[in-house]
């Protein structure tokens, strides 16, 4: 029935009446879109943090990465490498050696992680956009050389371009248990590094990163390696090559894609996400209650037009259906204002990054990133919002206050 919907119109627009009550009532419509607007940038910018963080680790970490259950290393010999190298849509098979070390430049000594990978790594990684100094290789003339993290390279104060001064890796000697002289429980290599990388703290602190057969030399290691890290190709589907490896190389090795890889992280992050939407959505029914208000005043204001529908034969119903009608106006409007304005507001800051973030920082602005679902998620919890709102003064409307009225 469009009478409702018609009487509510008029009492929200009508220009004839310019008083307290149309004034309270755009009031209302500001504090929702207000709101609406802010879950809107504040989901957005979590958004823009989750795949700024994502890309940072694209940068460095396969897309897919075997490790075994048990232990810290396997035998490459008996591990099914032709079978998984045969999958369609893989781009590249990398060994990979991981063990921390004791680092030492200059007399100043740091605890890293050496990380031996083949050529192939440095092809299937973004490093080459992250270097900060010096080229991005791992040997020059057959003779092995370092890429190390940008926080490393400061807590040494490594130069690129040091070529009396190497990088010296002391690496504790395997099965041995007890010697007098200090010297004999190391197996201890020296290196040139050839650049310094800086993506993300949590890696810039800890790897270095150096040819497999100098991490196999180091560690004294035959065909023991730590993982297999692999790169798919971009038309290829993530999920059916991670299942298919899994059936390879069966329960004893742990598969993980990029997500898996930094499950916690991740997990964090969504939790952060929506702990902030649930605030919001607090602060969102707080200022409901402008729309509550000013639906009770709106009630009062039309008394008079209330006894006359009563008294013309309208029933209970229709009455409250226009005030429903009105209260769900104001709340539309203020959702798809808020909608559009926030979205607006994401757009400009992703286009043209309005809002700048310092010099240290590996993004110039602020990351948004608008997602379709958040806006669906927000449109469908404030209109909730609204429609329980809605009904605590339109609840009170009987034939009883009427005949009082």
Request: some cysteine.
């Amino acid at each position: 029935m469009r009478l409702p919907l018609f009487i509510a119109r008029r009492y929200l627009f009508s220009r004839k009446s310019q008083n307290a009550v149309n004034i309270i009532s755009g009031f209302s419509v500001v504090a929702v879109s207000i709101g609406t607007l802010a879950l809107v940038v504040v989901l957005s910018a979590f958004n823009g943090l989750e795949n700024l963080v994502i890309s940072l680790f694209d940068a460095f970490d396969p897309d897919i990465k075997i490790t075994a259950v048990e232990g810290k290393t396997f035998n490459a010999s008996s591990f099914p490498k032709e079978a998984i190298q045969k999958l369609d849509g893989l781009a590249y098979y990398v060994d990979v050696i991981e063990e921390n070390a004791l680092l030492e430049y200059r007399k100043q000594q740091y605890i890293g992680t050496i990380k031996g990978v083949e050529d192939a790594f440095l092809k299937m990684t973004g490093l080459d956009t992250m270097m900060t100094a010096g080229i991005l290789q791992l040997e020059e003339h057959g003779v092995p050389q370092a890429i190390v993290g940008q926080g490393i390279a400061n807590s040494l104060g490594i130069s690129v371009n040091d070529q009396f001064n190497p990088l010296t890796v002391y690496m504790p000697k395997r099965g041995l248990k007890k010697t007098l002289n200090p010297n004999d429980a190391f197996i201890t290599r020296k290196i040139h590094t050839s650049g310094v990388f800086s993506i993300q703290k949590d890696f810039d602190i800890k790897f270095v990163l150096v040819p497999l057969s100098f991490a196999r030399d180091l560690l004294q290691y035959d065909q023991q390696i730590s993982a297999v890290e692999i790169a798919i190709k971009e038309e290829a589907n993530m999920h059916d090559i991670q299942e298919e490896i899994r059936q390879i190389v069966g329960s004893e090795f742990n598969v993980a894609n990029r997500y898996e890889q930094h499950d916690f992280l991740y997990k964090i992050m969504k939790t952060e996400k929506w702990a902030v939407f649930l605030i919001l959505t607090f602060i969102l029914i707080i200022a409901t209650f402008n729309s509550i208000a000013s639906l009770t005043m709106i009630i009062m204001d039309k008394k008079k037009d209330i006894g006359i529908l009563w008294g013309m034969g309208a029933e209970i119903s229709l009455i409250k259906r226009i005030f429903f009608n009105e209260s769900m106006m104001i709340t539309f409007l203020g959702n798809i204002s808020g909608l559009f304005i926030g979205s607006v507001i994401c757009y400009l800051q992703q286009k043209y990054g309005l809002i700048k973030l310092g010099e240290n920082f590996v993004t110039d602005s602020i990351p948004v990133s608008l997602q379709a679902q958040d806006l669906v998620y927000i449109f469908l919890t404030v209109t909730v919002i609204g429609l329980l709102a809605s009904w605590l003064p339109i609840g009170r409307i009987s034939t009883k206050s009427i005949s009082i009225s």
